[in-house]
């Protein structure tokens, strides 16, 4: 989505999304396909469910399983990305789709339509309460104000930064203390319950609360 000729047609997918929070946020470019080994253009692969593992395999050949080459970059990226505070996903990606991913079973029958690719489904379990979530979810500058707040409140509170995660909980009206994971994730559903609430106005001014204060 940085425009990177990455996909498995060859082809680049430039997100402007991405582009506009380049300048408020590091940005990290992952491909676990390419970075797992897989070739520019490359044949495109699925989901399978088989009895008690989902692999990803060749979509017209079978033969093709890139399964372990997946998991075994998934491993060591999952360490190198502990400083990750948000993550934006291709849409229906094998690999790195969110809740949007179709899986199938061994005979080629649709079991699922809301599962998620093999990378995104380990960064989820390896970082409770990540805020996740796919590119095209972000069009609507509510959905992209209310992104941005979370990726900022998530990155505060697993950082133990005691003045914004002060305001978060004031807000959230929380104890201020410091959290496990189970208390992020706890941390995150109610600020998004929260975030539905505000308006634009009230969502961009909390927004500009938070950059100031971490720019204090």
């Known amino acids: 989505m940085l425009g990177d000729n990455v996909r498995y047609d060859g082809r680049a997918k430039y997100s402007s999304l991405c582009?506009?929070?380049a300048s408020e946020f590091e940005l990290v470019s992952v491909c676990p396909e390419v970075e797992a080994g897989g070739s520019v253009p490359r044949p495109p692969i699925e989901l399978i469910q088989f009895q008690n593992e989902v692999r990803a395999v060749g979509r017209d050949d079978s033969?093709?399983?890139m399964t372990h080459a997946i998991r075994s970059f998934t491993r060591q990226k999952l360490f190198a990305l502990?400083?990750?505070a948000g993550f934006v996903v291709a849409t229906r990606s094998p690999s790195c789709g969110f809740n949007s991913v179709s899986l199938k079973n061994s005979n080629g029958y649709v079991i699922k339509h809301d599962s998620s690719g093999l990378f995104t489904n380990a960064l989820e379990e390896r970082y409770p309460g990540l805020p996740i979530i796919e590119e095209v979810s972000l069009v609507g500058r509510r959905a992209f104000l209310s992104y941005q707040i979370?990726?900022?409140s998530y990155h505060q509170f697993i950082n133990n930064s005691c003045e914004v995660?002060?305001?978060?909980c004031q807000l959230l009206q929380m104890?201020?203390?410091p959290?496990?994971?189970e208390g992020v994730v706890r941390l995150m559903a109610l600020l998004h319950n929260i975030l539905k609430q505000l308006d634009l106005a009230q969502l961009s001014s909390l927004l500009k609360t938070l950059r100031d204060s971490m720019n204090e």
């Open 165 to 168: 995660r002060a305001y978060i």
């Open 150 to 152: 979370k990726v900022i």
């Open 63 to 65: 033969s093709i399983d």
């Open 19 to 21: 582009s506009t929070l």
């Open 82 to 84: 502990k400083g990750l």
């Open 179 to 181: 959290l496990v994971a």
């Open 175 to 177: 104890n201020n203390n």
